[in-house]
């Protein structure tokens, strides 16, 4: 019986290893297998928030790569900082996501630039950090903002692209954030990309019957004019500035600075400044045949952020907390 017991756990181990391994080596497969350069030549790619950051090397990487790139900017000048960057063939448009009438005339004039040949990627990159701060500091708009922008921006561009990329048989990807993973600040930002994360499966699933293959990405803390970490200061400040005198003695007059050290701290720690990270990964993601369902971009992110969000609730609440300032005196009033 013991024997028999040894043998059945030894062909057990051999088959999770056998499987692991053969996953492995589809995923090298796939990882390595791209679709000819010149089949993606001249085709169409649509992304959002091109002014700075990840948009606006991902505009000049695709234009570089052959692609006919329409990059989406909020403001004429950073539309105008991009097109001295690339090629006379990239095309800027400005757009709000958040404005719906503008994004139904973006995707017009889309749908007459692309004729029959359809939309192949969509890459909704267009994003909002909000305020960050304690809950009970914030209002209802505080939230309003970055969900206004990264989820429901984000759902209405890919409704008025969807039947172009539909014809194109292409490619969608979503800049979602390991804030969609875990809730590393309080505020509208974590909320909004738990948002995407879910909105992107349904999307997946809806769309495979279509031929049309959809990828999230996760990127990790990046320095981008979306984190600045002066503005996100300023913008605490202003809040704090606007509270009332229980919550301030509640949190303690020192609060803001402690926070801003810790803040620091986890910065100088897992801050990558390294873009090419995240659009290496829509390369992929537009380019691989079996691209991935989804990325994740940073060292942080997988080695630190994504393996936490597995990790049970309570042992996420004592990592987290350790970033936290202990309160002054929580039943101050």
């Not at 969608?172 to 992107?200: D, L, M, Q, T």
């Not at 997946?204 to 279509?210: G, I, L, P, V």
Request: proline share 4%.
């Amino acid at each position: 019986m013991f024997l028999l017991h040894e043998d059945n756990n030894l062909g057990i181990f051999l088959y999770v290893f056998l499987l692991s391994f053969g996953y492995y080596l589809w995923q090298r497969w796939s990882s390595n297998s791209n679709l000819r350069t010149a089949d993606l030549a001249g085709k169409y790619v649509f992304i959002t928030g091109c002014d700075s950051g990840f948009g606006h090397l991902a505009a000049q990487t695709f234009d570089k790569k052959g692609f006919r790139v329409i990059a989406a900017c909020l403001t004429e000048n950073g539309a105008a900082s991009l097109r001295a960057a690339a090629s006379k063939q990239l095309q800027t448009v400005l757009l709000n996501v958040t404005d719906v009438n503008n994004v139904r005339l973006v995707a017009e004039s889309v749908k007459k630039e692309v004729g029959e040949k359809g939309l192949w990627g969509l890459i909704n990159n267009a994003g909002e950090m909000g305020p960050s701060a304690p809950t009970d500091w914030l209002n209802i708009e505080h939230f309003r903002e970055p969900i206004e922008v990264n989820l429901i921006g984000l759902i209405n561009v890919t409704l008025n692209m969807l039947p172009l990329v539909k014809k194109a048989k292409g490619r969608i990807v979503n800049i979602s954030s390991i804030g969609g993973c875990v809730a590393i600040c309080s505020g509208g930002y974590c909320p909004s990309k738990f948002g995407v994360e879910a909105f992107n499966n349904s999307l997946r699933q809806d769309m495979k019957a279509f031929g049309v293959k959809v990828s999230c990405i996760q990127p990790g803390l990046f320095q981008t004019p979306l984190s600045d970490k002066t503005k996100v200061r300023e913008r605490k400040l202003n809040i704090w500035n606007g509270l009332p005198s229980d919550i301030r003695k509640q949190y303690g007059e020192d609060y803001l600075a402690k926070d801003a050290e810790k803040k620091e701290k986890l910065i100088q720690r897992f801050q990558n400044t390294d873009l090419s990270l995240v659009v290496n990964c829509m390369e992929h993601a537009l380019m691989s045949r079996c691209p991935r369902i989804r990325y994740s971009a940073g060292r942080d992110a997988k080695v630190f952020w994504i393996p936490l969000s597995y990790m049970p609730a309570f042992l996420q609440d004592y990592v987290l907390m350790k970033n936290k300032v202990k309160l002054a005196d929580p039943t101050a009033g």
